[in-house]
């Protein structure tokens, strides 16, 4: 039978020569056979965009993160791909202030443990992996959200299954603060009654 697929798109919009007239669009499309998804796009200095994605199409690997460089004409002109045997599938993407890139996601190798861990990556400007960091959680655990923090670290929101509390099986929201590095300084569940879940995090200027 017939394989599906899922692709992602980037659109360019570039400002017609006459004012007054619509951009123009144009798209292009990336992936294969398989799943892949966009997850974020970020300007660089150059003028080229920064791509993160989910595929299966680029890399080994049953699905991998990918950084893919786009030039303003809407062709690929590069990609790199982290992951390798398993599922790893980047759900957030922000800039760090190296001008890198910092990546969240789920993630659980090797595959025939399917329980998901969160993992944490490091993408230098320039597509590079710097590192890779997995935390795992007993009950499984799923990102929501990451924030660079003006100390050079990251905090990381993410949901927290099946944690065993006073006899009973709740999900909890769970917070936790790693250094430049990705190690962790500090972790913390929050919320009440049996199911909470975060969506987004920001570090407060006080």
């Not at 570039?14 to 992936?31: D, I, K, Q, S």
């Not at 056979?33 to 993160?52: K, P, Q």
């Not at 595929?55 to 786009?70: E, K, M």
């Not at 099946?162 to 190690?183: C, H, Q, S």
Request: glycine share 16%.
């Amino acid at each position: 039978g017939a394989v599906g697929a899922a692709i992602f798109f980037v659109a360019v919009f570039v400002p017609p020569a006459g004012a007054g007239n619509p951009p123009e669009a144009t798209v292009r499309l990336f992936g294969g056979e398989g799943i892949d998804s966009g997850v974020g796009v970020f300007s660089r200095t150059d003028g080229s965009l920064a791509v993160i994605a989910s595929s299966s199409a680029f890399g080994d690997g049953d699905n991998v993160t990918c950084l893919l460089a786009v030039d303003l004409g809407g062709a690929m002109t590069s990609v790199v791909s982290f992951g390798g045997v398993g599922v790893e599938l980047p759900g957030v993407a922000r800039k760090s202030g190296d001008g890198g890139f910092i990546v969240v996601g789920i993630y659980n190798h090797p595959p025939e443990i399917e329980v998901f861990d969160i993992v944490l990556m490091k993408v230098s400007v320039n597509g590079e992996l710097e590192w890779q960091r997995a935390y795992p959680s007993p009950g499984g655990s799923a990102p929501r959200d990451v924030c660079p923090t003006r100390d050079g670290g990251y905090v990381v929101l993410g949901d927290a299954y099946n944690v065993p509390e006073d006899g009973f099986i709740v999900d909890r929201i769970a917070l936790m603060k790693t250094d430049a590095a990705g190690t962790p300084q500090w972790q913390r569940l929050y919320g009440q009654g049996s199911l909470n879940h975060g969506t987004d995090v920001v570090e407060r200027c006080d």
